[in-house]
């Protein structure tokens, strides 16, 4: 079939998509249909934690706009009939031939949005976005492959029980790459102590000043809130850190207490609700201080900002988050890679 172009203007020196013009007067053209790209080849995704170390490939085949073009591919994953509603990143990068990942890795990505322990029907997609210069007034292109259903099998991660006294009971920290280390976070009372409990080899640790000790003594907390708390046990340490993700901004006059947020360890997400603000800005920041390890903001707060899909930057130079005055739900997925995002929604 012969193939239809449409002519391009060329941004000179504004449009990073193009390849550059041997001479004056070269013209490029894109395709009137873009092929876009597609997943020819999906792994065995019957996952087992015994093959954890085993690679498994994604095969794909690029996006075709008919000219040499920047372009980065996502693969993405989501609950089969969910409309891409609920996603998953995989992979990002500027190839798509072959996506490389080891079973430890796809297996702790899926598990935020298929149960463990049993055979869920999934929906894959290749994304690829052709890129522009920023400040050229043009928009990227997208172009998504058809989804590519495959059952998935996903194996819950080893986990030590945390046995709280008290009235928080128990909650768990997993180990996503079994290999000993542990992380979570988990939510204590004033006053709690805790143990862990290894229920695959029937082990339990107490222990103290950061040392973990078989059969030991509960280790004691003593303020309450959230804790990200990591346990090695190979070389038989832990340590338990307060964890605090809270809203700051013109809410509380930009000063401690921060509003401070819940988790969600299903969703594996942070929250709070209900909450009414004027006017003004927010951000989000651990522990009330503006030099820990995230400090969440927008690139460019006077875009035209999704709420819904808050696409957030961790750095000290990101812009605040501008809301009008309202009563609202807030959503946060901390990811500290780079992809974070919030929902910021009025309260029903």
Not at 142 to 163: H, I
């Amino acid at each position: 079939m012969k193939n239809y172009f449409k002519i391009l203007i060329a941004f000179v020196g504004v449009l990073g998509l193009f390849t550059s013009c041997e001479k004056d007067g070269d013209q490029l053209v894109m395709r009137e249909n873009v092929i876009a790209p597609t997943i020819t080849t999906m792994p065995d995704l019957t996952l087992s934690r015994e093959d954890g170390a085993n690679e498994l490939i994604f095969k794909c085949s690029p996006v075709d706009p008919g000219f040499n073009a920047s372009v980065n591919y996502f693969l993405e994953a989501s609950p089969a009939g969910n409309g891409f509603e609920d996603v998953v990143l995989l992979y990002n990068g500027v190839t798509c031939n072959e996506i490389k990942m080891t079973v430890n890795k796809l297996n702790s990505m899926l598990l935020d949005i298929l149960p463990e322990d049993a055979t869920s029907s999934a929906e894959f997609r290749i994304r690829a976005v052709l890129e522009t210069d920023a400040g050229a007034g043009v928009e990227d292109w997208e172009y998504n492959s058809e989804p590519t259903t495959a059952d998935a099998t996903v194996f819950g991660l080893l986990r030590l029980d945390v046995m709280i006294t008290g009235g928080a009971g128990t909650q768990k920290i997993v180990s996503s790459a079994s290999d000993g280390n542990y992380e979570g976070y988990i939510k204590f009372e004033v006053g709690d102590s805790f143990t862990l409990s290894d229920p695959d080899n029937n082990i339990t640790y107490g222990g103290s000043s950061g040392a973990l000790v078989v059969d030991g003594s509960p280790i004691s907390v003593e303020d309450g809130g959230w804790y990200k708390l990591t346990a090695n046990t190979t070389d038989l340490t832990f340590e338990n850190q307060q964890y605090l993700v809270g809203i700051v901004g013109n809410v509380n006059d930009w000063s401690a207490p921060d509003l401070v947020m819940d988790y969600d360890a299903e969703g594996k997400f942070w929250y709070r609700n209900g909450v009414a603000v004027p006017t003004g800005d927010i951000k989000f920041r651990h522990n009330e201080d503006w030099n820990n390890d995230f400090n969440f903001g927008v690139v460019d707060n006077s875009a035209d900002l999704d709420f819904k899909n808050l696409e957030l930057y961790n750095d000290g130079g990101s812009q605040n988050i501008p809301l009008t005055a309202g009563t609202y739900d807030f959503k946060l997925w901390i990811n500290l890679d780079g992809s974070s995002k919030a929902s910021i929604v009025p309260s029903k």
